[in-house]
């Protein structure tokens, strides 16, 4: 009997100091989630700044426009135009007739109606072009027609 009072009691013993062991987390470990948490998100936000992806995403639909324009002229053996001018963000990538109309939210420089000739080189406006579309510029090369 008073073996089994004593495992009793050990195991009363054993279970409480379980318990008061058991506190959550102390004030340093918080203060230093808290600081990383911080720093992590210091580091990330600048990151989300949505101007900047929609300026890049822009001028990459208005890049591709002017490339798909090439190699359509090429394709059809026929004189094809893009017309890039400000407005909403949108690139059609149809052909409507031999002209595509892009229109572009954030357009710096270079509005104005770009014609591929049947050998895919710029004809109007004179060669070499650039725009500048949110701080990215493109150029279309003389000779080739290249777009970049």
Do not use: W
């Not at 058991?22 to 210091?42: A, D, H, K």
């Amino acid at each position: 009997m008073m073996l089994l009072a004593s495992r009793k009691r050990i195991a009363n013993t054993v279970e409480m100091k379980l318990q008061t062991n058991q506190r959550g987390f102390t004030l340093t470990e918080l203060i230093t989630i808290i600081v990383i948490v911080g720093i992590i998100s210091v580091a990330a936000l600048p990151r989300f700044n949505n101007d900047v992806f929609q300026q890049r995403g822009a001028a990459d639909q208005v890049k591709s426009a002017l490339k798909f324009a090439q190699k359509a002229a090429v394709a059809k053996h026929m004189p094809v135009s893009v017309t890039v001018a400000q407005g909403a963000t949108d690139c059609a990538t149809t052909l409507t007739g031999l002209a595509l109309t892009c229109t572009v939210a954030v357009l710096d420089s270079g509005a104005d109606t770009y014609t591929f000739d049947a050998l895919g080189q710029l004809t109007a406006p004179a060669a070499p072009a650039t725009l500048t579309i949110g701080g990215t510029t493109i150029t279309i090369e003389a000779e080739t027609g290249y777009v970049h």
